[in-house]
């Protein structure tokens, strides 16, 4: 048995790899080998130009604007969703009374957990189909009926929520509607991952710090978080690859996929809009290309950076 467990995983494990190879390491190679062409993406003629379209990437305007927007959703969508999953989490596990059970969350935190996990379910489109008809620039949209029943806007002159491109902070107002979509959707699932980690903390420990007389507050800070460490960074990881792509909302939610007046342009629509409105799918493939090695340097970066040893209880 010991000679044959070589052919044994072998055999075993020979057709998945052989899938993946096909099916996503090919693709990506076949990608990283257009990018150094011109192809239109619609004719089998191409012609070997190079780094040309990555040179191209560092003087794109479009480029550059998409650059910044995804950084903003880079530091502000892990952020958010993250304060307030540990939030939530916290508040569920071990924001209640203590008891003679000891330490409890709040009441019904298993009812909470469902209703603010339950976004999760949904399709990222089901769900931008859903915030389309509340952010609607009319007067059937819920946000601007609200509005225009109690007084606060003129039926005739509504907000334009993913229409108006005016800044705050510098941002676009559109890009900060679609990160509270973007919190929102994706909240209840960290805090359910929270929420297991917290469990696997021995209550001891929280009511050690209680009666050493710390608060809720340095309980949380000084408790909590650094035994959640491993699981945040995981978390923020995820996260981030999120925060890279936002298609799906820019897609469907705003103008011309990427407006007003590019307003709302990340990586992912230029990529398609290279690709299949100026049919420049060479082009398209090099922002991918460097997406993609952008992605794994960010994620290795942050796992390297909040590795430590693990605390064993």
Not at 151 to 170: K, R, Y
Not at 176 to 203: C, D, E, N, R, T
Not at 256 to 270: D, K, L, R
Request: glycine residues 8%; proline residues 4%.
């Amino acid at each position: 048995m010991r000679h044959g467990v070589a052919r044994f995983v072998t055999g075993f494990l020979a057709l998945p790899v052989a899938l993946y190879l096909f099916y996503v390491v090919w693709p990506f190679a076949q990608a990283a080998g257009y990018s150094l062409t011109d192809w239109g993406g619609y004719s089998d003629s191409q012609r070997f130009v190079g780094l040309d379209n990555y040179v191209r990437l560092f003087s794109d305007e479009l480029i550059r604007k998409a650059f910044w927007h995804n950084v903003f959703f880079l530091v502000t969508v892990p952020l958010f969703t993250i304060a307030l999953a540990l939030f939530l989490a916290f508040l569920l596990n071990v924001g209640g009374r203590e008891d003679r059970a000891g330490i409890r969350g709040v009441f019904g935190s298993g009812l909470y957990k469902v209703v603010f996990f339950f976004p999760q379910v949904l399709s990222l489109v089901v769900i931008a189909v859903m915030w389309q008809q509340i952010y609607r620039s009319d007067n059937q949209g819920l946000i601007n009926g609200l509005l225009i029943k109690i007084g606060l806007v003129d039926p005739q002159n509504p907000i334009a929520f993913t229409a108006d491109p005016e800044p705050f902070l510098g941002i676009p107002a559109v890009l900060w509607w679609l990160l509270l979509i973007a919190v929102w959707s994706g909240a209840g699932f960290y805090m359910v991952l929270f929420s297991a980690a917290m469990q696997s903390i021995p209550k001891d420990i929280y009511e050690a710090a209680i009666l050493d007389g710390a608060g809720r507050f340095h309980t949380f800070f000084k408790v909590t978080l650094p035994l959640l460490r491993d699981s945040i960074s995981v978390a923020w990881v995820y996260l981030g690859f999120i925060a890279l792509d936002m298609y799906a909302l820019v897609f469907v939610m705003t103008p011309s996929q990427g407006g007003p007046n590019h307003a709302s342009e990340i990586f992912a629509s230029v990529i398609q809009f290279n690709a299949f409105q100026k049919g420049q799918f060479g082009y398209a493939c090099a922002i991918a290309v460097a997406l993609a090695i952008f992605t794994i340097l960010l994620a290795a970066l942050q796992l390297r950076i909040t590795r430590r040893d693990r605390i064993e209880f």
